[in-house]
């Protein structure tokens, strides 16, 4: 017996031809498409992901301290607003000068001179990196002796630091004292240390000794092969540059080095002109840091000719007072030495 279809209010019978396109319809059922390689890699590069730039601070300084690249602040914008807080970069500086701080630290100056040839050859310290964090525009005199202290602070406490005073009362005499801090045993005083050692230096006549060095001071605050700044070789210099030229020859920048510090001799002569030559009033600090030895050798002869002419005509026509006449001879004799040149080259004494 069959049954009575009953029909419903409100429902229709769907045609079974719909049944399919529905089907198809149906993700489910897709079948898959094959994406090429590049396709993919260039879905997965537009999803976000973490970059350095959303790492909070602290994780951002420990990876510039550990990193020892110097040109990751300057990578975007943003790291660099991130990483260039004071204090970020007094302990990046301290990172840098750890090691040659710790090594010649609170040494007596005759221990200290006595062994200056072996600390030369085995000095600690990252040569480059320092040269480079040198050359940092935010690196200046009071920066430098703010990281100074706050090095002795942490690490040097227990340490006696003897201060070496040269030619306090005359040209053959060196004090030895020390600053003390509260009522504890002598203790290092980074800006008192350095304000004395300058005060005395600027009194000091042009060419009074072959150059300053850090034998006198008995310091050694850099390694001696680091490479100075060319702006604090070439001049003009201010106040501010003057310190800190006056800071990295006491500390123990040795200039000119053969194959190490090796300075062109363009900046040598650029030294030489500003210094001396081309310069209105000659600075004495200036002159004792730089004019040595090292920058009259393997000059070319034609450009030492130009600077000898020059001086000539300076000390022969110039309205110098004798004191200046006496600096210019004394680096016109200089020259001819180095050079060897006869006789009608030489300049009159």
């Known amino acids: 017996m069959s049954l009575t279809p009953v029909r419903v209010r ?12 529905l089907a198809m319809d149906n993700p489910w059922h897709h079948k898959k498409v094959k994406r090429s390689l590049a396709s993919v890699r260039a879905s ?8 350095l730039q959303s790492l909070p601070v602290e994780l951002l300084e420990s ?6 690249n110097l040109a990751l602040p300057r990578s975007s914008p943003l790291l660099g607003a991130k990483l260039s807080g004071k204090a970020t970069l007094l302990r990046l500086f301290i990172v840098v000068f750890h090691d040659t701080w710790d090594q010649c630290f609170g040494i007596p100056r005759g221990e200290l001179q006595a062994d200056k040839e072996k600390l030369f050859a085995r000095c ?14 935010w690196v200046d005199i009071d920066f430098i002796l ?14 006696c630091y003897q201060h070496s005073l040269p030619f306090a009362d005359g040209l053959d005499k060196l004090h030895h004292y020390a600053h003390r801090h509260g009522e504890g045993s002598p203790y290092f005083h980074s800006r008192d240390c350095f304000e004395a050692d300058y005060e005395q230096a600027v009194k000091w006549p042009a060419l009074v000794t072959t150059s300053i060095t850090s034998t006198a001071w008995g310091t050694q605050d850099v390694h001696p092969l680091v490479r100075i700044p060319t702006d604090l070789v070439t001049g003009p210099w201010d106040e501010e540059k003057k310190r800190r030229l006056f800071w990295l020859i006491r500390g123990g920048v040795r200039l000119g080095v053969e194959g190490r510090t090796c300075i062109p001799w363009e900046v040598k002569l650029a030294c030489l002109d500003a210094a ?21 050798r393997e000059l070319p002869e034609d450009a030492a000719r130009r600077q000898l002419v020059d001086l000539r005509r300076r000390i022969e026509w110039g309205g110098d007072p004798p004191e200046t006449k006496e600096i210019l001879r004394r680096v016109a004799t200089a020259l001819n030495l180095d050079l060897q040149l006869p006789e009608y080259y030489r300049l009159p004494g």
């Not at 409100?10 to 396109?21: A, V």
């Open 10 to 21: 409100g429902k229709r019978k769907t045609s079974s031809s719909i049944i399919p396109n």
């Open 276 to 296: 001396v030559v081309s310069a209105e009033e000659p600075d004495a600090l200036v002159i004792n840091c730089l004019i040595g030895d090292w920058i009259f």
């Open 124 to 137: 600690e310290g990252d040569v480059s990196f320092q040269s480079d964090m040198l050359e940092m525009p």
């Open 146 to 159: 703010q990281a100074q202290q706050a090095w002795a602070d942490r690490y040097a406490r227990d340490r």
């Open 44 to 51: 997965r590069s537009s999803r976000h992901r973490p970059s």
């Open 63 to 68: 990876i510039l301290l550990y990193s020892a």
